[in-house]
């Protein structure tokens, strides 16, 4: 218990100090060391853990940081250097949510109905708020790609089976982290494309939000 302790505040605490660092100077470096922590921490944790409560799809949780932390990067240098930056990081973004998906879906299941539901809602957002401000057919295909791995992403979490290596707390956190993840694209695309900044302030702290609650889950599941 006080090993579980002590992983979930290093979880939380240096990722938070991390960000407080980066919003006192607004030096990216500070960003980047918040994701490239967890990625750490998510390795020792899936290294260090007791056979029995690790898997072989636990390997695609640091894939997700890694590629975070390259969609971070090319969507931050995308502002100077165009849309070839953009459409990189999106597709970085698209491989991380692949990653998550293939640690939800270890036995295949996919909550159809909310990955409909999604899928409608998901749609009707990209045509009415997303395409009147978007140029580039090549920006449009990659947006509406990633939209649509983003509902399955969602989907899959929601329909994760419990088992030896997955409970209720490790379920919820890990949907919840991919939730954040997806709501903090979606200020950020509000933001870009329609011109909305209402809530953009959060996006940044959702985005970092998401990787500490897969973290805690994987802390969870390993160190029960």
């Not at 980066?22 to 853990?49: D, M, N, Q």
């Not at 649509?148 to 929601?158: C, H, I, K, T």
């Not at 970092?208 to 994987?218: P, R």
Request: aromatic fraction near 16%; include cysteine.
């Amino acid at each position: 218990m006080r090993q579980k302790t002590l992983f979930l505040i290093l979880a939380t605490v240096i990722p938070a100090g991390l960000y407080a660092a980066y919003a006192a100077t607004e030096v990216y470096i500070w960003r980047c060391l918040i994701i490239f922590w967890l990625l750490g921490l998510a390795l020792w944790l899936i290294l260090s853990a007791p056979k029995e409560q690790r898997d072989k799809y636990m390997k695609f949780i640091p894939a997700a940081f890694a590629f975070s932390i390259v969609g971070d990067y090319l969507l931050h240098l995308a502002h100077e250097k165009g849309a070839i930056f953009f459409i990189a990081g999106v597709i970085a973004y698209f491989i991380a949510h692949m990653s998550y998906i293939g640690f939800t879906m270890r036995k295949g299941n996919v909550n159809w109905w909310m990955f409909a539901l999604l899928c409608v809602i998901f749609g009707l957002y990209f045509v009415f708020l997303l395409i009147p401000g978007i140029e580039s057919t090549g920006i449009r295909i990659a947006v509406l790609a990633y939209i649509f791995v983003s509902a399955f992403s969602v989907s899959a979490a929601s329909g994760t089976p419990f088992g030896p290596t997955m409970d209720r707390t490790g379920k919820i956190l890990t949907l919840c982290g991919i939730c954040s993840l997806v709501v903090s694209d979606i200020l950020l695309s509000l933001h870009d494309f329609a011109g909305i900044s209402t809530g953009y302030i959060l996006m940044l702290p959702l985005f970092y939000l998401s990787q500490v609650l897969v973290t805690c889950a994987l802390v969870h599941i390993t160190r029960r």
